[in-house]
Each structure stands twice: as structure tokens, then as C-alpha cells.
């Protein structure tokens, strides 16, 4: 019992171990007519090395035979011989691995439904003379296709350039070889792509397309063109300019011919004033009233006239209706897409208008008319990348064209080609204004979401500060007071950022408020000073008056010296001097007509009073100067003592004049005669009694003057040596002056 228990268990391990071929499911059989029979079935593949063998019987059930395959052959195998054409077979398919064999369900196939036959050949697509817009087909019948059943058709055409196809369907009864087929409501002057393919009759399965071939449409008279206008703002005398444009109308020939354009225009409610207008071009600048006008056009070949296009020019006070509510921009895969919502159900006609967004104003305009529908589609390789678009939307019903709705939309954005231009303005203290120019539109390639300003401190951590495309200037502010900075401006799109230029500035040291501040306390401080010194002088104008104009000596009154002659002194008109230095009034010198010989006789006297005042005793001098007005001869009060045998040489006293009465044309002229007296005196001091005692010694005055010495005559002195001077310094009443 052991021993046979031991004996079945390997065969038990090995049988739960083997690993049968997948059972073969979804068979699929072809009859390639007068080729070949072909069957397919899954899987595709086996994990281990797989033969299969296909069992067919056929002649209705009378005859069999096999078809052999392996795993290596994708799963398929192909009858070859006893290929019957009208026939129903029975399909098996059996599967054998080193593990085992597994059989398919049996398949039945009715040949009929299975055939399949070889494209049909086009020989030509040519158009039939006289008849328009349509072309004729010719091509040849598959050689192996049944000859005694009629075939299926399947016609394909489209336009040259679109990727747009259009099916007819259609049965060729006949068993000719020669097939013709004729392609009408086609498009004049329109190239066309054409294919075919086939199918017996009673078979589900179509022959493969065959080689494609073109051929255009006949020429006619060109469709009535699309119109639109560019309407441009009145001048001064109420006129404007309107540009008329047009083109090929919509779904028009690619290839259709036109000639030229006539074109007339006249006011509303008055055709006398029409004017016609020829022209190849497909623009036409008008210079129109302010009225309403009516434009027409009509475009021709060789082979007649287009259609009358018509067009309403709205007068310039005219208002238009507005329906457009809302409108957007999207892009989906390779288009741009436009929506809009209108507000008039009755509205069912648009003009999309589209042009680039320039600096200066476009050449070109695009437009293209939308009916039935409220968006509108563009191919996105028909507008430039980086490219910003004026994009609006007119709403038209019958004539009248209504207020537009316009937005701007890029197909591609990049970062901007430059950054903005930068300055810095009113820089202060801790303050500065960053002021940036906008980008030129094309440059920007793409919509400017933002600016982001980049400032840095000299040796400093680097600051940044965000703001909306609006803006074009931005204050900085808790900056460091006497620094250099550096500024640096970056405009942003969606697709990144660009810098701008770079600039640097330096705050100041003192702001103008701080310079204002301490200006106005100085100024202030000086007002108030001003204000009291004036309030002083007020309350005591005496000491004012003395300090701003101090009461200045009369020469006529001095004690230096008294004048000897009277008529000398009448004609100095002393006392009138006096009397106008010392008027209360004005305080100013009145103008008096001085002598010719003022200034000869002014030293001859002073000569003279020298002479007298060295030959009197000092005690009649004494009497002299106590006598008052009275006295002749007055000495001077310094006169040193000098020894008999030495002349005195008089030092001259000087009487101060304050600078201010001096306005008289004369002035000048007393002014330097003072001056030289004065700087006798002061010369006389600085060289001493030696030699104002010094024997000879003659008056440096009348040294220096030329007058003097045309009336006088010098003594001769014996001089004596400086060292046997016996003057004393100082001032003695007692001691006797040198004879």
C-alpha cells in the first residue's frame, strides 16, 4: 500500500505542475479573393513554445484539411490552396505545448461576408468644360474583385491645405474596367485632394484607401467680397477720414481670379453726389462729411461681375446700440478661443476685428464676420508669439453696426526682451522716489503682472518691494542718512522676469526741512533783535541818534588854530558850513561853491600861523588859548621844549570828519586835506622830538606841496646833529619854545 502510494506521488507532483496553452479565442478569418484564406486568433503570445494547428473543412462540410503555425508567427495562419469563392468553412484551432493540448470553439464563416478585394486605381480628376464647380473621377476597376458582383464605393475630397474630409458613398453596377464618377457643388477656381476605396457587394470588409489625387475646378465670376470699415475721428471742420477694407469673401476659392474693384459711395438720401472709384488694391482712404453714407463694391475677372457688397457708414453724432456684456480669452490646444454674452437675443451677426498692439498705430487690420454664434476660433499659427492683440467684437443687426467690446490676448508669452528704464527722484535724507518708465509694447511679450524693486545698501543686505503693473513710481523709505545705494527695477510676465536698469544715488546729510529749520531760527533770532533795537531806539532816541549819527567837529571852531584873516574865512562861508553840518533835520553837508584858491590860501595861512606861534612867549600863548574865540594864535598843546639855535617843525593836528557828511562835490577835496594833516601829525610822532626840534627841518606838508612851494620862500637852517637835541618830550607850559 506504502509502496504504491510512494510510487503515484511523482506523477501527482508532475501533473499539478504542467502548465497547458492558453485556449485560442477571438478568431478572425479573411478571404484576400484570389489570394489567400487568413486566419488570426488571440493571444498573440504563449510564455513557453506553442504549435497550433488550424482544422478547415470547406465544399460544405466534404473536405478538410489543416493549416500548421507556431507561437513565432504572431498567431496566424493562412490557407493557401482549394481557395473556393463561394463557400461556407468551419474553423478550429488547436493549441499544443510540451505541458499538453487545448482546442478553440468551432467557427462557421460564410466567404461572401468575408471578402475582401484590392483599392481601385484613379487614373484622373479633371473638371467638364461648360459646367461649373464640378469635377470628374476616372479610375479602374480591381482586377481581383468578383467579376459578376457589383462593388461599394466610398468617395473622399477635400480642399488643398485642410485637413477637413468630406464622403460620398455610391454602387458601380456595371463590370467595366473604365469607372467614372462626377464630383458636383464644389467650389470654382478650387483645388481638390480625392481618394477611394471598395467592397464587394454583399461583404462587410473595404478595401484600403487608394492613391490620392487632385484636380481643380473650373473659373468664374468672383462672390461678393467681405467689407468692413476703420472709422477715424473728426478734424477740425467736421470732417474724417474712413478707411474702407475688403477682401475675398468667406469660403470664397482659394484660387479664385479677380481683376479689379469698383467702388462708389454717396450720402444717404442724395446719389447725385456719388463718386466711383477703380482700383486693384483691397483699401481705399475716403474723406467723407459728417453725414451718413452708403459704400458699395463689386469685385470681376474675365469672366464677369461679383455680387453688390453694401456697406452702412454711420454719420458722427449716430449713436450705436450696445448688447456685449462680458467677454473672454482662452486658449485650447492650438487655438485661441473667444466668447462673448450679448444682451439682445436678436442679435445674430459679429464682427470679430483683430490687430496687433503696436506703439505706432497698425498698417494692417484683420477681420473676419461670425453668424449664428457668440465665439469665435482663430489657429494660433496665424498670430505671432509674444505678440499682444487688439481683439474686438461689433454686433450687427441688418445695416447698423453697434458698439464694440474689445480685449487684449497673447497666443504665446515670454519674459520681457528689456527692463524698464530707471531714475531716482527727490532724494532725501531716509527718503528717495524710484520712478520707471513703462516697457515698450513689443518688447513686453506678455501681459506685465508686476514690478519688483531691488535695493541695496553699499556693503548692505539686498531689500525688494512688489507692486501691481500700475504703478510706475515707488517711495523707499527708513534709509540710512549720507549712503550709497544701488537700485535696480525687474518687470515680470507669467513667464518670468526681466531687470532693468541699474542706478545708484546717495541720501543726504541734512534735509531741506532741517536747512529751513535752522534758517528760520537764525532769521528769527535776528527779527527780534532788530525789533528791539528799534523799540530802544523809540524809547530813547536821543542815544540812537548819537550812535547812529554822531555829531562830527567844526573845523571853524576848533581851538587848533585860529584863522588870521577875515576875508579868508568869509570866503569859506565857515558859519554857513557850520550851519548845515549841524541841522537837526537832515544831518546831511549842503553844497557849497568853494574858492579857487581854497586850498593855496588854506596852507599859506597855516604856514604863517607856525611861523607867528614859534617867535610868541609861552605866556602869551598861555593867555591865548584861555581867551576863548578871541585868541590869534593858539600852540600846540604837545609842543615839546627845544633848545635856543633849533627851529620847531609844528606837528599838524588833524580834525576827524565822519565819512557820512562827505557828499558834497568838494568833500573829497577837504577830505584829502585833512587826511594829509593827519598823517603829518602821526609821521611827526613816530619820528620824534629830535626831529621836530631838528634845525631846518621844513613842514612835510608843504614839502609835499606843489602850491607851497610857488609861494614860498624856504629858509636856510643850519642843521644840527641829532644827538646835541635838547627838546624834551611831552607837554611843559613853563619851559619857553625855541626861538
Not at 500548421?68 to 495562419?77: F, I, L, P, R, Y
Amino acid at each position: 500500500m506504502w509502496a504504491c502510494a510512494l510510487w503515484m506521488l511523482p506523477l501527482l507532483c508532475k501533473f499539478s505542475l504542467a502548465v497547458l496553452p492558453a485556449k485560442p479565442e477571438n478568431i478572425s478569418c479573411i478571404l484576400y479573393y484570389m489570394k489567400n484564406f487568413t486566419c488570426t486568433w488571440s493571444p498573440e503570445e504563449e510564455t513557453s513554445y506553442t504549435w497550433y494547428k488550424v482544422k478547415r473543412t470547406f465544399i460544405y462540410g466534404k473536405r478538410s484539411d489543416t493549416c500548421n503555425s507556431t507561437s513565432e508567427n504572431h498567431a496566424s495562419c493562412s490557407f493557401l490552396l482549394h481557395i473556393t469563392n463561394i463557400d461556407n468553412y468551419t474553423i478550429q484551432v488547436e493549441a499544443q505545448n510540451a505541458d499538453g493540448i487545448i482546442e478553440s470553439d468551432i467557427t462557421h464563416w460564410r466567404l461572401d461576408d468575408i471578402t475582401k478585394i484590392e483599392p481601385p486605381n484613379i487614373h484622373s480628376v479633371k473638371p467638364v468644360l461648360g459646367i461649373k464647380r464640378m469635377v470628374q473621377i476616372k479610375w479602374e476597376r480591381p482586377s481581383l474583385a468578383p467579376v459578376s458582383s457589383s462593388l461599394n464605393y466610398t468617395l473622399r475630397f477635400r480642399i488643398v491645405n485642410s485637413a477637413r474630409w468630406m464622403e460620398i458613398n455610391f454602387t458601380k453596377e456595371d463590370t467595366n474596367r473604365e469607372q467614372t464618377y462626377n464630383l458636383t457643388g464644389l467650389q470654382a477656381s478650387t483645388e481638390y485632394v480625392v481618394a477611394l476605396q471598395c467592397a464587394a457587394k454583399e461583404s462587410q470588409l473595404w478595401s484600403g484607401w487608394s492613391q490620392e489625387k487632385m484636380g481643380t475646378t473650373e473659373e468664374e465670376a468672383p462672390l461678393s467680397p467681405d467689407l468692413w470699415r476703420v472709422l477715424r475721428s473728426a478734424k477740425v471742420d467736421g470732417r474724417r477720414t474712413v478707411k474702407l477694407l475688403w477682401k475675398k469673401a468667406q469660403g470664397a476659392p482659394v484660387l479664385e481670379k479677380t481683376l479689379g474693384y469698383n467702388i462708389w459711395y454717396f450720402p444717404e438720401n442724395n446719389t447725385k453726389l456719388t463718386v466711383t472709384v477703380n482700383t486693384t488694391n483691397q483699401q481705399l482712404e475716403m474723406y467723407l462729411e459728417d453725414k451718413t453714407y452708403w459704400v458699395s463694391v463689386i469685385s470681376y475677372n474675365s469672366l464677369g461681375e461679383s455680387p453688390v457688397a453694401t456697406l452702412r457708414i454711420p454719420a458722427i453724432d449716430e449713436k450705436s446700440f450696445q448688447c456685449i456684456e462680458a467677454m473672454q480669452a482662452f486658449l485650447t490646444q492650438d487655438q485661441l478661443v473667444v466668447e462673448w454674452q450679448s444682451s439682445i437675443p436678436e442679435v445674430d451677426s459679429w464682427m470679430v476685428e483683430w490687430f496687433p498692439d503696436l506703439d505706432a498705430e497698425p498698417s494692417t487690420f484683420s477681420w473676419e464676420s461670425v453668424s449664428w454664434a457668440r465665439n469665435w476660433t482663430i489657429q494660433q499659427d496665424k498670430l505671432k508669439p509674444f505678440w499682444c492683440y487688439n481683439i474686438s467684437v461689433y454686433p450687427m443687426m441688418q445695416d447698423r453696426v453697434g458698439q464694440p467690446y474689445s480685449i487684449q490676448a497673447y497666443v504665446k508669452e515670454g519674459i520681457p526682451s528689456t527692463g524698464p528704464v530707471t531714475k531716482a527722484e527727490n532724494i532725501g535724507v531716509k527718503t528717495v522716489t524710484i520712478m520707471w518708465k513703462e516697457i515698450p509694447k513689443r518688447q513686453r511679450n506678455g501681459f506685465i503682472s508686476n514690478y519688483t524693486i531691488f535695493y541695496q545698501a553699499e556693503d548692505g543686505k539686498q531689500f525688494s518691494k512688489t507692486v501691481n503693473s500700475s504703478i510706475l513710481q515707488y517711495g523707499l523709505e527708513s534709509l540710512a542718512r549720507k549712503t550709497s545705494y544701488t537700485v535696480q527695477v525687474m518687470a515680470s510676465t507669467h513667464a518670468g522676469g526681466t531687470n532693468g536698469t541699474r542706478i545708484n544715488f546717495k541720501t543726504l546729510s541734512i534735509s531741506i526741512f532741517e536747512i529751513c529749520l535752522v534758517t528760520s531760527l537764525v532769521g528769527g533770532g535776528l527779527l527780534i533783535l532788530m525789533i528791539l533795537t528799534v523799540a530802544y531806539g523809540l524809547k530813547k532816541p536821543s542815544n540812537l541818534k548819537h550812535l547812529c549819527w554822531p555829531d562830527v567837529p567844526n573845523p571853524a571852531k576848533s581851538s587848533i588854530a585860529t584863522w588870521q584873516q577875515d576875508d579868508f574865512k568869509d570866503k569859506l562861508h565857515l558859519n554857513e558850513f557850520e550851519d548845515s553840518l549841524h541841522t537837526e533835520e537832515d544831518r546831511i553837508l549842503k553844497l557849497r561853491s568853494a574858492p579857487k584858491d581854497f586850498i593855496d590860501k588854506l596852507v599859506v595861512n597855516f604856514e604863517n600861523f607856525l611861523e607867528d606861534v614859534s617867535t610868541e612867549e609861552s605866556g602869551k600863548a598861555q593867555e591865548n588859548i584861555l581867551a576863548g574865540e578871541k585868541n590869534e594864535y593858539v600852540p600846540s598843546p604837545y609842543r615839546p621844549y627845544c633848545p635856543p639855535g633849533e627851529s620847531f617843525v609844528e606837528p599838524p593836528i588833524s580834525t576827524e570828519i565822519p565819512y557820512r557828511i562827505f557828499q558834497h562835490p568838494y568833500s573829497a577835496m577837504l577830505e584829502e586835506t585833512f587826511s594829509e594833516a593827519e598823517e603829518i601829525v602821526y609821521s611827526a610822532q613816530s619820528l620824534g622830538p629830535d626831529y621836530l626840534c631838528k634845525e631846518g627841518a621844513s613842514t612835510p606838508y608843504l614839502k609835499n606841496s606843489v602850491v607851497s612851494r610857488e609861494f614860498l620862500t624856504l629858509k636856510n637852517f643850519q642843521t644840527k646833529p641829532r644827538e646835541k637835541s635838547r627838546c624834551h618830550h611831552g607837554w611843559n607850559p613853563s619851559v619857553s619854545p625855541c626861538g
